[in-house]
């Protein structure tokens, strides 16, 4: 089976950009309620993933700033204490569910390392019990 077809693509995953500050960052997690959100260059490379740990201990380091200060302090500044790793959009199935039992979701990159999509833990989780149904 192909991971292109647990795929959400690209046009359907919130994203920040590391031109971002860290209030644009933090106002889209908490508008799609995500806890961790990808992390791109502005080509659309994937550089990581920020969750809201990584931004509390950030605020944490910059002694809890107002939010209008936070509109000056870019994401990429963050340090981010967990490293989520992509896949290619070739790899092999057995590179996916490795990946998806350490992450919640795993990025999907293609062979320019663009940021093309997620695969979902639980969707993939969701593909295995209705197979076994």
């Given at each position: 089976m192909n991971i292109l077809f647990f795929l959400t693509p690209k046009e359907d995953v919130a994203y920040i950009q590391e031109t971002d500050t860290l209030r644009q960052a933090m106002e889209k997690m908490e508008h799609r309620g995500y806890t961790a959100i990808p992390l791109l260059t502005e080509d659309g490379k994937y550089v990581g993933t920020v969750t809201e740990g990584d931004i509390l201990w950030q605020l944490k380091r910059q002694g809890f700033p107002s939010l209008d200060t936070l509109e000056h302090s870019s994401v990429s500044e963050v340090k981010r204490r967990r490293e989520v790793r992509a896949v290619s959009v070739s790899a092999s199935m057995e590179s996916?569910?490795?990946?998806?039992?350490?992450?919640?979701?795993?990025?999907?990159?293609?062979?320019?390392?663009?940021?093309?999509?997620?695969?979902?833990?639980?969707?993939?989780?969701?593909?295995?019990?209705?197979?076994?149904v």
């Open positions: 996916l569910l490795e990946r998806v039992l350490e992450q919640n979701y795993v990025p999907v990159i293609d062979d320019n390392q663009i940021f093309i999509g997620i695969v979902t833990r639980r969707d993939v989780i969701r593909h295995l019990q209705e197979q076994t």
